[in-house]
C-alpha cells in the first residue's frame, strides 16, 4: 500500500490516538472523583490541561510544515498525527467538562474548536484528492508553462489574421482579447467560463469556414481552427488548475483564523476557570 498521510506506518497515529482515546473513557467511567465528574474535579482538570497541551501542540503543526530543514519525522507523520490527534479533543474536550455544557465562553470555545476540527476533515478530503486531480490535470507541466503556451497562441492567431477574411480575423481577435483567466471567487471555484472569448471565437470560425473553402485562405483557417482548439483544452486545463488552487486557498483562510480564535478562546476559558474556581 502506498504510504500516504492517513496510512502514515500503518495507521499508527489512527492507533495511538483512538487507544488514548478508549483508556480515556475507561477511566471516565471506571473512576468516580469526589463530588462526580465535572470539569474542576481534578481528573476534569487534568483532561482539560492534555486537551489545550494538544491544542497548542497541533496548532504548531502550521509552522512545522514550513520548516523544510527541520529533522524528525517527515511532514506526513505530522500531518498524520495532526488529523488523528486533532479528532480525539471532539471527545476529550467533553470528557473534560463531563459533558455539561451552556450558553458560556466555555461552550463557545467547545463549538469554535469542532468548527476547527470539522474544517480539517474538508481539508483532508481536498488533500486527499486535489494531488491526484492536478496532476492528471496538468501531467508533468507547471501552470507557468501552460499561460507561456496560451500567449504563443495568442501570437500565433494574431498572425493567421492578417491573412483571413474581416468575420474570421475578428473572430481570432476576439479569442486574443476577450479571454479572461481567473475572476472572482465563483468564478474561479467553477472552473469554467460561459463567456470565454476563445469558445465564442472558435464557434464563429466554424461558421464561417465554409465561406473559405478552396481559396488560398483555407490552409489559414484549418490552421486557425487548429490552435484555438488547442487554446481552448489549455483554458479548461489553466481554469482547472486556479480553481484547486481556489479550493486551497479558501480552506486556509477559514481553517487557520479559526485555529487562532479557538487559542484565544481557550485561553480565555482557562483565564476564566482559574479567575473564579
Known sequence: MHEFFLNYRRYRHLKLSFGFLGLT?????????????????WFGYGLGTI????ILWLAWFGARKR??????????????AHVYWGATLLLLVPLHAAFQF???????????MAAVIVSGFVGV???????????????????????????????ECGRLANDLPDALAHAAMIAVQETKIGGGVFRQLSGTDPHCGTSRAFDLVRKHEKEVLGTQQEDAVIKLIEVLARKRE???????????????????TVHVPLTFATIALVATHVVVVLMYR
Open 234 to 252: 489549455l483554458l479548461r486545463r489553466i481554469r482547472q488548475e486556479i480553481r484547486f488552487k481556489a479550493l486551497l486557498e479558501i480552506w486556509l
Open 25 to 41: 473513557m475507561a477511566a471516565y467511567g471506571l473512576y468516580e472523583p469526589i463530588g462526580g465528574h465535572s470539569g474542576g474535579s
Open 125 to 155: 478530503l481536498l488533500y486527499s484528492n486535489l494531488p491526484q486531480a492536478m496532476t492528471e490535470n496538468r501531467p508533468d507541466r507547471k501552470l507557468e508553462a501552460l499561460l507561456q503556451e496560451t500567449a504563443e497562441i495568442d501570437n
Open 67 to 80: 520548516k523544510y530543514d527541520s529533522t524528525g519525522a517527515p511532514l506526513r507523520g505530522w500531518l498524520s
Open 102 to 112: 451552556g450558553f458560556n465562553i466555555h461552550t463557545l470555545a467547545y463549538l469554535l
Open 51 to 54: 486537551a489545550a497541551a494538544m
